[in-house]
């Protein structure tokens, strides 16, 4: 199988960006830029997103007892492009509140949520992050997309 070819087939889902935010007592507050959040269980509130084997963060976002989830509004992709940077996960301060677990959310989001790390799954190159919802908020904002590796945004409605 070829990896450029599975790669782009994988990128033929369209989905949202989300900044994972977390304080970690050693390296401070965090934000990396993730495409794989995902919805998993109503009862009770679970949600997953999946963190690369090798990230330079994967111990802070994997042994964190809490973690922020914003997904970002369709005028913040110069967020997640700068939190898909190596080496530039140290979050600007200015953007963020902190909730009251201590993880950092963005001020400004489609939306928020506020987890509790409620199980970790090692499979393949990655691991899937399972967070229990202990708080969340939505708003009436655009959502920001990526699709087939490139950003995008919702077309205008047309009713
Ligand atoms: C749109 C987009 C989505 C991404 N989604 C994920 C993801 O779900 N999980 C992940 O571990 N990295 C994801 N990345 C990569 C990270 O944001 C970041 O580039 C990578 O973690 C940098 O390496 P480091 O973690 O060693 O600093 C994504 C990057 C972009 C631009």
Known sequence: MSSNEFRNALG????GVCLITVDDAQSGALALTANSFSSLSLEPPLVLWNIQNDSDCFREYTECAHFG?????ADQQALSSA?????????????????????PLLKRAVARFSC??????AAGDHHIVIGEVMAFDAHDESPLLFSRGSYDQLAPRSD
């Open 69 to 73: 989830i914003s997904i970002l509004c």
């Open 12 to 15: 033929s889902f369209t989905t």
């Open 116 to 121: 509790k790390t409620f199980q970790l799954v």
């Open 83 to 103: 939190y898909a940077r190596k080496d530039n996960h140290d979050i600007a301060q200015d953007d963020f509140i902190i909730d009251k677990y201590g993880a």
